[in-house]
């Protein structure tokens, strides 16, 4: 299978709430439309310094990461990352990576949109037997 990307949302969790409570207007909303690498391998979702300055996620905590060399860094986790794609919604945190590093949407994210990486035509879409609602397993 080749490299997946797709059409992601991002918006500030936060300002959402703000919206609700009459604090802001929703076109004070901070939020990003990007393509995003599809990485199921990758646990978490992840972005970087750039899109972290623009939208402002809440700092949450330092945590360690394991990288595919093995090698053992600690990255910012931010959130609450309102995640948007096609027909599917989920909230999460991410790590933050250092400059313009690559931004991955991992397996945490695509299992609450219930999305899946189509293998034949590489790309990800929504689970076809949940087209217009996903589906989340309990156990």
């Known amino acids: 299978m080749g490299v997946v990307y797709a059409d992601i949302e991002l918006i500030n969790s936060e300002d ?3 919206v609700r409570r009459n ?3 929703a076109e004070e909303i901070r939020r990003m439309h990007l393509s995003m690498l599809v990485d199921s391998g990758a646990y978490m979702m992840a972005i ?5 300055s623009k939208l402002e ?3 949450i905590e330092k945590r360690k990461v ?3 060399s ?3 860094v600690e ?3 931010v959130g609450p990352i309102d995640v948007r794609f096609s027909n599917r919604r989920a909230v999460c945190s991410a790590f933050v990576l250092p400059g313009d590093s690559e931004s991955l949407l991992g397996a945490i994210p695509m299992e609450e949109m219930d999305v899946l990486v189509h293998p034949k035509r590489q790309e990800l879409v929504v689970n076809p037997q949940h087209p217009y609602y996903a589906v989340l397993k309990m156990k």
């Open 48 to 52: 970087n310094e750039t899109i972290q």
């Open 23 to 25: 604090f802001i207007g």
């Open 16 to 18: 959402l709430t703000m």
């Open 66 to 68: 394991q990288l595919a």
């Open 75 to 77: 990255y910012d986790v």
């Open 70 to 72: 093995g090698q053992v």
């Open 57 to 59: 996620f809440p700092f």
